[in-house]
């Protein structure tokens, strides 16, 4: 059964930098792309960034060039760099394998951009 944990989070004034990890247990991690998500209060859970097995990478337009997604898969982690964090990125961030749909989510890491 695989079990994701998020760390990472907290309070920074804008402008600030976060670095949010997740270590997944449980699964052939290797082989798998992997992408991290957040969800705002009332709002729906997106996707933030994806990292493919092999390393490539893509993100939403709203986090380009502020954001960093990377993985290592000696340690089944996967990590995001947040720069130059704004008010609109405070939200629950979550990691997960999108080809992994019956996988449960973990608990998430919240981030608040707030002065």
């Known amino acids: 059964q695989v079990h994701i944990v998020e760390s990472g989070g907290g309070l920074v004034q804008p402008g600030g930098s976060l670095r949010l990890s997740c270590e997944v247990f449980?699964?052939?991690?290797?082989?798998?792309?992997m992408a991290w998500y957040r969800q705002a209060p009332g709002k729906q859970r997106d996707e933030v960034a994806v990292?493919?097995?092999?390393?490539?990478?893509t993100y939403a337009d709203s986090v380009k060039g502020r954001f960093t997604i990377s993985r290592d898969n000696s340690k089944n982690t996967v990590d995001l760099q947040l720069n130059s964090l704004e008010p609109e990125d405070s939200a629950v961030y979550y990691c997960?394998?999108?080809?992994?749909?019956?996988?449960?989510w973990g608990q998430g890491t919240q981030v608040t951009v707030s002065s």
């Open positions: 449980g699964m052939f991690f290797g082989i798998y792309n």
């Open positions: 990292i493919t097995h092999a390393g490539s990478t």
């Open positions: 997960h394998a999108p080809g992994r749909p019956e996988d449960a």
